[in-house]
């Protein structure tokens, strides 16, 4: 998936219609200053030697410098990404708490007012812009009530409304997998048989349903994560959170190629990794899974 994704990421810059050099420097720039930086950044040598020298330089951790700051990509992401990771983690924090929390309530009380009410609170989660949610959220809790700021990340009241915005588009995705996947569980011929025995329901539900249901939702939540990690590119941009969103999205108006390459691929091996995290949890919450 890695080499695949490192593929893609140089792509990037050969994909752009015309010249890249001439992009980056602009239409007036002549010929001389087009040659210069042709060179510079190797455009000159077959695609096979140039993507061979960019991955290269990804393993050993050199993705080249950025065209705007001069500074070298892993410098500028690594002074970036916790910011952007904290948010993510705040964000899926909210997403599994309300998610997981809704689906179960919701299946639970199944084909009830609570059950509708929390699947209509879905469909809306998954419907709603993430850059319109972040401006009701600034407009009714930051410019109305003023409980929190508009904007920055001075604070950790600077972070309370971004993390909502990502985390209450999350959880809409957690709780409808979680009211199914507890739903299919509670008609297994052991939640029968846990009933027969005289249990509670919330024993049955809490100690029985709940965890055998948890794989599908441990699967979802970890792309959740990943989509979080991509998805906070809009929602730093309407919060002004100093994370790698705000940067790509600098480095892409400055025709910073090398920064948004290096940005996408880190965000692609975030991916990756909370991908492999999810697989090895598997064998945690299933033991049929440590036996084969």
């Given at each position: ?77 690594k002074a970036r990404f916790p910011a952007t990771l904290k948010l993510a983690l705040c964000g899926l ?72 915005t990502l985390g209450l588009m999350a959880s809409a995705v957690v709780a409808r997998l979680t009211r ?113």
């Amino acid at each position: 998936m890695l080499v695949g994704v490192s593929v893609l990421v140089f792509s990037m810059l050969h994909f752009v219609p015309g010249d890249p050099a001439r992009i980056m420097l602009g239409m007036e720039a002549g010929a001389e200053e087009v040659a210069r930086l042709r060179k510079q950044l190797g455009l000159d040598d077959p695609l096979v030697v140039q993507y061979l020298r960019f991955a290269g330089g990804a393993l050993r951790g050199d993705l080249g410098r950025s065209l705007k700051s001069n500074r070298p990509v892993v410098e500028e992401i690594k002074a970036r990404f916790p910011a952007t990771l904290k948010l993510a983690l705040c964000g899926l924090g909210i997403a599994v708490s309300v998610g997981v929390l809704a689906g179960v309530l919701a299946a639970k009380h199944h084909q009830s007012w609570l059950d509708n009410a929390v699947m209509l609170g879905a469909i809306v989660g998954v419907s709603v812009p993430g850059f319109w949610l972040g401006l009701m959220l600034i407009y009714f809790f930051a410019v109305n009530l003023r409980w929190f700021p508009v904007a920055g990340a001075a604070t950790l009241r600077h972070l309370v409304l971004p993390s909502l915005t990502l985390g209450l588009m999350a959880s809409a995705v957690v709780a409808r997998l979680t009211r199914s996947s507890v739903l299919e569980v509670m008609r297994q011929d052991y939640i029968r048989t846990a009933r027969s025995k005289g249990l509670s329901e919330r024993i049955v539900m809490y100690r029985h349903a709940l965890k055998n249901a948890l794989i599908p939702v441990v699967t979802v939540v970890g792309l959740q994560f990943g989509g979080l990690l991509g998805g906070a590119v809009i929602v730093e941009q309407v919060f002004a959170w100093p994370g790698l969103g705000t940067l790509a999205v600098t480095a892409l108006q400055a025709r910073d190629f090398p920064m948004v390459q290096g940005i996408v691929l880190y965000m692609a091996l975030g991916y990756v990794v909370v991908n492999l995290v999810v697989d090895v949890m598997y064998s945690y919450l299933d033991p049929r899974i440590r036996c084969q």
